[in-house]
Structures are given as C-alpha cells and as structure tokens.
C-alpha cells in the first residue's frame, strides 16, 4: 500500500467527501486524465463538436425568423438544429456514460490494488461494464424525465438515489436489476444528507465552469449592446454564430465544463462508498479480516 493512499472504503462528511475527491484528483491526475483521453477523448471531442454545431445552427435559425419570417424559421428548425440536437443528445448519452464508466474502472483498480491503477484492467472493467452503465444512465433519464413531470418533486427524490447505480454496477459487479435494488436501499435514512452533498458538489462545479463561460457571456455582451447603440435592436448577438472568435471560446467553455464534470463523478464514487460502509460496514470488516490475517 502506497503511503499516500486515498481509503475509499471509509464513512466521510460532506467535507471529507470534497477534500478527498481533491485529494484524489491532485495526487492521480496524470493516471486520470491519461487514461481519460485514451478511452473518452474521442467522445469528448465528438460531444463539443457536435454541441457546436447545435450553438451554430439555433443562432443562425433564430436569424431566419428575423430575416425571413416563420415559415423559413420552422423549416431550418426541424432540418438542421432538430437533427443537430438529435446528434447532441446522442453523443451527450455516449460520452456520460463512458464516463461513468471510464472513472469509476480507475477507481475500481485504485481501490483493488491498494493505489495502484492499472492500465488493462481499467479498459477490461470499461469492456465489462460499459453495456450495463449505458442502460442505467438511459432508466436513469426516463425515471427522472417522469419524476420532474410529476410535480418535479418525484424527480428530485429519484436523482439521489438513481446517482448511485453506476457506482454500484462497477465496484459492487452486479447486474442491472440488483444494482437498481441497492442504490434505493443505500439511500435508506440518508437521504436528505446524500442530496445535499450532491447539491453542494454541483453547486461548487458549476461555480468553477462559470468562470471559463465567463468570455462567452462578455462578448455576447458586447455584441448586444454594439448593436442596440448602432441599430436600436438586439440583432447583434444572433450574428455569432457567423463569428469564429465566439465559437472558439464556447469550444474552451465547453470542454472546461465537460472536464470539470468528472469532480462530480468521483465525488459520486466518494459517496457511493460513504453510504456502502454505513449499511454494510466492508471496509471495516476487510480491516478485521487483515488483521486476522
């Protein structure tokens, strides 16, 4: 066992849950991102691509109802940034749950080898349990898309428990089914705990990727009041999706946010395991039997 070695298998507070996941991130960094990019990368670049060509055609379909009237408006809308967010949806799905997967697998040889992470079974754990993840993350939606339409509330109980499954596929290796068991028994009597942990963690990553959408909010900005001062309406900023210097900086502004996104994804694991030691105390008994042993 490494000296520095991150104990997952632990209970921790909402603070100890940030610290670590810091902690984590700073000391493993270049593993993560390393092996982020070999397994992810391609999607990452395909979600940014494709979330830019969504940007591109909204704005330049909302300039067609300014210059060409409704009827020009609703047939751009359904041609090309219906099929554009089609394409987002899709590779948004893709890249979440390889993701998912792809952390939690490091995690999973981090946590099994005491520190180390090692290469071939993060991409035999990614092979394993990819299928099962991308299921989840599809009930995932469809549960929560119900929940919200009911009063919204039922959506944000399922989110909190509905959050641990991934976790659950991997480090748990169990199937669909059961996995969707365990995570509503986890929850049991820590609910409002695990919700305001994710809520806080969310808080926080959004905050940070606020500040690299920063330069894409200021020139639109500017494009708007450029063009109320030269022409007294807010036409201006509909023309960006013509200027490459805003389409540049949503790409930044994109990746960013997709990057940052992974904070919250090992924070998920944190908690995953926080709650699997309150229920099912196994770290706790791996320790007795260690020294059984």
Known sequence: MLNNYILFKKQRDLGAIISDTFKFIRQEYKTI?????????????LAVATGTY???????????????GAEAFLLNTFQNTGFSLLLVFLTSIAYTAMSLTTINSIIKSYVDNKGEIKDEEVSLNIGRFFGQTLLSLFVFGILCFIGFLLCFLP?????????????IIVFQEKSFSDA??????????????????????????????????????????????TSL????????????????????????????????????????????????EIHNKT?????IDGIGN
């Open 33 to 45: 991102f390393r092996l982020y990019l070999k397994h992810v990368g391609w999607l990452l670049l």
């Open 54 to 68: 969504y940007q591109y055609t909204s704005l330049n379909s909302a300039n067609l109802l300014l210059e060409n």
């Open 155 to 167: 959506g944000v109980y399922l989110v909190v428990p509905l959050s641990l499954i991934f976790s």
């Open 180 to 225: 969707f068991s365990e995570c509503f028994q986890l929850i049991k009597q820590n609910w409002w705990i695990t919700f305001a942990t994710i809520l806080v963690i969310s808080i926080l990553v959004s905050v940070i990727g606020g500040i690299f959408q920063l330069p894409v909010v200021i020139l639109s900005a500017v494009e708007t009041f």
């Open 229 to 276: 001062e030269e022409g007294g309406d807010t036409t201006g900023v509909l023309g960006l999706g013509n200027n490459w210097l805003y389409l540049s900086l949503y790409i930044f502004a994109s990746i960013a946010q997709y990057i940052l996104g992974l904070i919250t994804l090992i924070s998920l694991a944190l908690i995953y395991f926080n709650l699997n």
């Open 283 to 287: 770290g706790t008994l791996e320790d």
